[in-house]
């Protein structure tokens, strides 16, 4: 059974105060600036952030609120969009904004060990002065942590190729509700000595278990790029362009955009607009190799035989590292969203490639037979069959926002998809669950997280 909810009070905050020190916590003004939403305004309610700065200090915070039945909230980099960081009266914020150091790059071994408070790109840019690529990349890498993108097994834009972040950790280190701390930092490939610990804190969105560090598993980084945006004539030319893209070797990405969300991208006055956006579907293609020569030429074979095939409406080739930066910033432009859109409710699903189109006509057919005013704007990796869809019905969108889901999600499961596909399930998505996953597989989640933390202590509104 969960403990009941305790109120925040003087002796808490000075219990924490002596676990951390004064640097360590951060109270009032300081808390209501934070937001744990990325596109919204939404400060913790319970007025206390507490920093540790070592695996040993989480340890004590959480046995000490363990003692006393304190909920607990885990904060990354708050990039989240499921309302996983959300904060209520009766919980406190464990940020680990101060346990961000990057511990040891082993090259030879190709793995680095880091705190889970560093940020992607730091990561990113550390491991690069070895020849490393630590291959997990978001549009908001600059802020999401890496512990955050473990707690719930983030994707990004590079899956097709290098896969989830469940691919790509070799070990980790957690502490649990009760403030035991579970060392299970493999640096080996392959290991077979009982249970793989790590997987059970890997996508479970810090309701098991606070990640503390980890050891990442590197590639070697490529010394090749080159993209392409292309423009199709329909949706059966998408799928023959993914079957021809899947055989090339060096694939990174591609990422499809349905003419509702190029367009708005495309006349948004932000020079976002290498082609016109007067086709359907529009997809960014990019490969990454060793061999810039050969790498070249197999791209350059590739596009000319989808030409050839009739599949290529108009494109834009790049020419240059800039030009390639340029056609990301087609696809990742969720500031132009947010501007032009004001409110939206956004979708992160998984869909059969071969049953996208109709996922996407069946939704929007769905919402315009419930509002009045609807909006959308689809894109997505669908080389992992993740799509994104933003949904706008009016001025009181967000006030609309259960009745938006409840129509969406019910075509997401005739379409026989998935709930989330990289975001997890935080707060926002908890009561479709028993609607998308087995009775079985619930009971199973529900026995696991009972068995660590019985109190639901951690993140107490997220999942279930």
Known sequence: MAAAARPVTDDLVAGLRGIVGQRGLLLGADVATRSCDPFRDVPPEGGVIVRPASTGEVSRVLAFCHARGQRVVTHGGRTGVAGGAYAGLDEIILSLERFAQIEEIDAIGMSVVVQAGATLEAVQDAVAADGLLYPIDLGAKGSATIGGTIATNAGGNRVVRWGMTRANVLGLEAVLADGTIVSAMNRLVKNNSGYDVKQLFIGSEGTLGVVTRAVL?????????????????????????LGRARRLATLSAFEVMWSDYYRLVATSGTGRDPLPPAHPYYVLVEVMGHAEEVDRVQFDAFLGEAHDAGLIADAVVAGSGQQIAELWRVREASEVLVRTLGSFVSFDVSIEERAAESFVEAARAALTSRFETVRTVTFGHLGDNNLHVGVHVGPDTFTRETEVE???????????????????????????????????????????????????????????
């Open 406 to 464: 409840r129509c969406v999600y019910a075509v997401v499961k005739e379409h026989g998809g998935a709930l989330s596909a990289e975001h997890g399930v935080g707060r926002f998505k908890r009561e479709f669950l028993p609607e998308h996953v087995s009775p079985g597989a619930l009971d199973v989640m529900r026995r696991v997280r009972s068995a660590l933390d019985p109190s639901a202590l951690l993140n107490h509104e997220v999942l279930f």
């Open 217 to 241: 598993k590197l590639v070697p980084a490529p010394s090749s790029q080159s993209a392409a945006l292309l423009a199709l004539p329909d949706f059966a030319s998408v799928l023959d362009l």
